[in-house]
């Protein structure tokens, strides 16, 4: 650091007396900054200033959108259009996506329940293959009893006779 | 940031700023630009002054990288640009009499031939006042490196003005 500063002073007394070819160029008077170009800029200055002005006041979504979009704008300023080109394609892709998907309703919503016919003949076909195998008695037992109604009564003298 | 606190920063700085990007830029309307991205930044972020001890050579960097910025998101349509608008542009106010302001048309075209980091060196040098280490700051650059191109482009500037300097 001591060094660096030591050579900066050592250029600055080369180049402390400006001969008379660079003291005119000095001299030569340059533009003022158009006065209406501060209105313009510190009014546009103000509008971004603005909500961090009142910070205390606002709630906090508010204060965290804020500084969201502060972060945001800061971390995509370097290249706003390639971010806005970045976002076409993603938007495009999602669009393809939703447009081309299959509009179908899927086959477990489309089934309905089989005609009468069908049953019938799914009834016949259950029966035949029961014969085939012939009765078991894990299926039996399994199957729950199929009590038919009576009246009370009846049920009651069976019951007694039992 | 307060009202009050931006606008003492443009009256203080916005000239100078102005000037040095109207020259490194030679392009009024990418001046005009640069000059508000710099203001709506620190109205966006003041703490970014905070720690800075010399804040006009704090506020030259962030016009210098903000112009570097934009000449490289321009590319190579920027260069066209630059080749063509590069002698419309003059950074000096009008003069009193024709000699001076026949000198400060050739010094704005001698300018304009300058490459524009020794152009950025001679302006922060002639005009600003700036010390080699200063300028070294705001442009990142050696002390060295600032001086000797304020040699070369001073050199240019004398080869090229010497016809019109010695009429004066």
Known sequence: MTAKIKTATLIERRYKNMDDFEKQLQRQSLRKVPGEWRVEILREGRRISVPEFNDANRPFLGKFLSTLNRKLSTFFWPHPKAWAGL?????????MNVYTRDSRPVLAKQTEAPSPQVQLVMEQQRRLF???LGPTTALEADRPKIILRQPRSEMRRETAMA | MPDTELERLYDDHAQALFAFLLNFMRDESDTRDLLQEIFVKL???PELLHG????RGFLLRLAHNAAIDLMRRRGVRGKYHEQFGAEMVSIFAPAGNPDE???RAALTTALAELPEE???VVHLKLWEGRTFEQI???LSISPNTAASRYRYGLDKLRE????????L
């Open chain 2, 43 to 45: 109205a966006r972020q």
């Open chain 2, 101 to 103: 302001e026949a000198f």
């Open chain 2, 118 to 120: 020794q152009r950025a």
């Open chain 2, 52 to 55: 800075a001890r010399d804040e």
């Open chain 2, 136 to 138: 070294a700051d705001a």
């Open chain 1, 87 to 95: 976002a076409v394609i993603w938007i495009a892709i999602l669009f």
């Open chain 2, 160 to 167: 090229r003005l010497r016809p019109v300097y010695d009429e």
């Open chain 1, 130 to 132: 029961n014969e085939l």
